[in-house]
């Protein structure tokens, strides 16, 4: 119950900082060797169903917005959702056998926090609105990306809407927004094989990390919202750097 506490909180935080909520799920079990539910991808859909909660909630007037008056907007999200959709669907499998690595990681940690500081050099001046079609593909293909563990989604696409001129807040906006239907088409993708298909799960165990990864997420989108208006990514990337030095570090001392 705890491990699973303590991973709904990591995904509550991980998934909406730049630092790859992927990662640290997979991190965790492997340093501390955890086993069980909570080091099974049922688990992490789990997780993730918590944190499509908090971006329902924290912008939900957004997508009423969305729904109702502001439909070019709308389409640039629905457009820029498909280079993930298409990676999701079709290199999940691979990517769950074959990149879950913590070399990788490490590696993917600090080229993702490189291309964050260089984004921070581009001067941002445009709003949501001055956002083109070929900009919302550029932010979406950037998210499929994302899928690699380790990249962090929220990273690579802020980053990307700060290389096509967008301020901090307003590429954060939209990276959260988009991250909604990609959340939601992961979890409809895993739903039947990881939670009809298989055997009896331990339901208090997969309530606790959903209720903390919710708890943690809202207060995650509040703070980065608050954050980004002020300073840069700077301080993310040297966490990053930090981290892929402690997998490195861990590594070597696991060998």
Not at 79 to 106: D, K, M, T, W, Y
Not at 132 to 161: C, E, H, N, W, Y
Request: glycine share 10%; hydrophobic share 55%; charged share 15%.
């Amino acid at each position: 119950m705890l491990q699973a506490i303590i991973l709904g909180i990591v995904q509550g935080l991980t998934e909406f900082l730049p630092v790859s909520s992927t990662a640290h799920l997979i991190l965790f079990p492997w340093f501390f060797n955890w086993s069980g539910e909570v080091d099974t991808l049922t688990f992490d859909i789990a997780l993730h169903g918590g944190t499509l909660l908090a971006l329902l909630l924290c912008f939900r007037r957004d997508w009423i917005d969305l729904f109702f008056r502001n439909h070019r907007l709308l389409g640039l999200i629905i457009a820029a959702s498909i280079p993930a959709g298409l990676a999701g669907f079709f290199l999940n499998g691979f990517v769950e056998h074959s990149l879950r690595n913590p070399l990788l990681i490490s590696i993917t940690l600090i080229v993702g926090g490189v291309i964050m500081l260089a984004a921070e050099k581009i001067y941002k001046y445009r709003d949501m609105d001055q956002l083109a079609m070929k900009d919302a593909i550029f932010i979406g293909v950037a998210q499929a990306i994302a899928i690699i563990p380790g990249v962090s989604r929220s990273g690579l696409t802020i980053s990307a809407g700060l290389f096509s001129g967008l301020e901090r807040e307003v590429a954060a906006r939209f990276s959260f927004l988009l991250s909604t239907p990609i959340i939601a088409g992961a979890l409809m993708l895993h739903f039947k094989n990881a939670f009809i298909n298989s055997g009896g799960h331990n339901l208090q165990i997969f309530a606790a990390g959903l209720i903390s990864s919710f708890i943690t997420g809202v207060i995650a989108i509040k703070f980065m919202m608050k954050f980004l208006k002020r300073y840069p990514l700077n301080l993310f990337v040297y966490y990053r750097f930090l981290l892929a030095a402690v997998i490195i570090a861990g590594i070597w001392l696991k060998g």
